[in-house]
């Protein structure tokens, strides 16, 4: 018995549209990098069929993806020598540009190709400063070869939706672009929080596999990873006896527990906390004893159980990502990208 990730089809469907009618004058630019969060690039196809365009990370993505699709494709990283560009043009991929050194590669080329330029507007990460940026733009100008297809930044702190950055940061933006030019600023958090940011392209991530940028339950996403794994063994252990290594937890009277095919080897989080709620049978059980690589162990009590039993540790109607990630000191989108491939994946509609 295997631990699985299902992965909804019309979760996927539906969680696109809500982006959709939230920025209904934009064009989508979805995020499918880290293997779609994830989720896997084969089990994603109503992203990658109905987006306007699919942004990666690395090379090695763009090509994974270009088999899968015809769909223009935004290579985020850009590219940093003469082969990296020979691959980015013959995968005929958009590309990024955010550092200096990338402006002249790209303005020497002798087949065209699509930009998108990144400007640091107050993050202090990947983009050309202000000087940069007009440098970038006359640069591109002497080769017509070179078409801008968009300019482009990103907050930092838009998961925080009062923070005085995310002001500062379009202002700026707006101070260095006009719309002139095609314009992209807002990613899940500015989607669902900052109209003003929308521009022309939005670049929804971890909103379209169901998930908060703000760590609370999003009422109009749907999950889209329900992570589950089987009940192994139920026993029952006496007071005064602890579970798991280190004895983290022990019995304050007679307690009946389920042992749990799933660990920090699957991906599920070591740091999940005593009382972490897995949902077994419709009802939510607390997690008891310290994760090990292969199992965990959980508090039955309050329900009837049996082996072979399948449990949902994340990505029902009762149990989101966001909580589980709560109680584990981390964020959703460490989660659903640290699922091992000893997982069993599959599509279900």
């Given at each position: 018995?295997?631990?699985?990730?299902?992965?909804?089809?019309?979760?996927?469907?539906?969680?696109?549209?809500?982006?959709?009618?939230?920025?209904?004058?934009?064009?989508?630019?979805?995020?499918?990098?880290?293997?779609?969060?994830?989720?896997?690039?084969?089990?994603?196809?109503?992203?990658?069929?109905?987006?306007?365009?699919?942004?990666?990370?690395?090379?090695?993505?763009?090509?994974?993806?270009?088999?899968?699709?015809?769909?223009?494709?935004?290579?985020?990283?850009?590219?940093?020598?003469?082969?990296?560009?020979?691959?980015?043009?013959?995968?005929?991929?958009?590309?990024?540009?955010?550092?200096?050194?990338?402006?002249?590669?790209?303005?020497?080329?002798?087949?065209?190709?699509?930009?998108?330029?990144?400007?640091?507007?107050?993050?202090?990460?990947?983009?050309?400063?202000?000087?940069?940026?007009?440098?970038?733009?006359?640069?591109?100008?002497?080769?017509?070869?070179?078409?801008?297809?968009?300019?482009?930044?990103?907050?930092?702190?838009?998961?925080?939706?009062?923070?005085?950055?995310?002001?500062?940061?379009?202002?700026?933006?707006?101070?260095?672009?006009?719309?002139?030019?095609?314009?992209?600023?807002?990613?899940?958090?500015?989607?669902?929080?900052?109209?003003?940011?929308?521009?022309?392209?939005?670049?929804?991530?971890?909103?379209?596999?169901?998930?908060?940028?703000?760590?609370?339950?999003?009422?109009?996403?749907?999950?889209?990873?329900?992570?589950?794994?089987?009940?192994?063994?139920?026993?029952?252990?006496?007071?005064?006896?602890?579970?798991?290594?280190?004895?983290?937890?022990?019995?304050?009277?007679?307690?009946?527990?389920?042992?749990?095919?799933?660990?920090?080897?699957?991906?599920?989080?070591?740091?999940?906390?005593?009382?972490?709620?897995?949902?077994?049978?419709?009802?939510?059980?607390?997690?008891?004893?310290?994760?090990?690589?292969?199992?965990?162990?959980?508090?039955?009590?309050?329900?009837?159980?049996?082996?072979?039993?399948?449990?949902?540790?994340?990505?029902?109607?009762?149990?989101?990502?966001?909580?589980?990630?709560?109680?584990?000191?981390?964020?959703?989108y460490e989660l659903v990208t640290g699922v091992s491939s000893r997982v069993s994946f599959n599509k279900v509609l």
């Open positions: 018995m295997q631990a699985t990730a299902s992965i909804s089809q019309s979760a996927l469907a539906h969680n696109l549209s809500a982006v959709r009618q939230s920025c209904s004058g934009s064009k989508i630019v979805s995020m499918v990098k880290a293997d779609a969060y994830g989720h896997h690039l084969t089990l994603v196809d109503p992203i990658i069929d109905e987006s306007d365009l699919l942004a990666v990370s690395e090379l090695s993505e763009a090509q994974k993806l270009r088999e899968k699709t015809d769909k223009p494709i935004l290579l985020l990283s850009g590219v940093y020598s003469q082969d990296e560009l020979q691959s980015v043009l013959a995968l005929d991929c958009h590309v990024v540009v955010h550092e200096k050194e990338q402006i002249n590669l790209i303005a020497q080329t002798k087949q065209r190709i699509g930009v998108w330029i990144k400007i640091d507007t107050g993050m202090h990460r990947l983009g050309l400063l202000a000087n940069e940026y007009h440098e970038c733009i006359e640069a591109f100008k002497n080769n017509t070869l070179v078409e801008v297809e968009c300019v482009m930044s990103h907050f930092a702190c838009a998961d925080e939706i009062d923070h005085p950055t995310n002001e500062s940061q379009l202002n700026e933006f707006n101070q260095l672009t006009n719309d002139s030019v095609k314009r992209s600023m807002a990613n899940s958090a500015a989607i669902l929080s900052n109209k003003n940011a929308l521009f022309d392209f939005v670049r929804p991530g971890i909103m379209l596999y169901g998930i908060s940028p703000f760590g609370t339950d999003e009422s109009n996403l749907k999950p889209v990873m329900e992570l589950s794994a089987p009940i192994l063994s139920i026993k029952t252990i006496q007071t005064g006896e602890s579970v798991g290594y280190g004895a983290t937890w022990t019995a304050n009277k007679k307690t009946n527990i389920a042992i749990i095919g799933i660990g920090y080897g699957d991906g599920y989080p070591r740091h999940a906390k005593n009382g972490t709620p897995v949902c077994i049978n419709g009802e939510l059980c607390p997690l008891i004893g310290r994760v090990s690589m292969d199992l965990i162990c959980v508090n039955i009590d309050s329900i009837t159980a049996k082996v072979g039993d399948v449990v949902t540790l994340w990505g029902n109607e009762k149990l989101s990502a966001e909580t589980v990630a709560t109680w584990s000191d981390t964020i959703g």
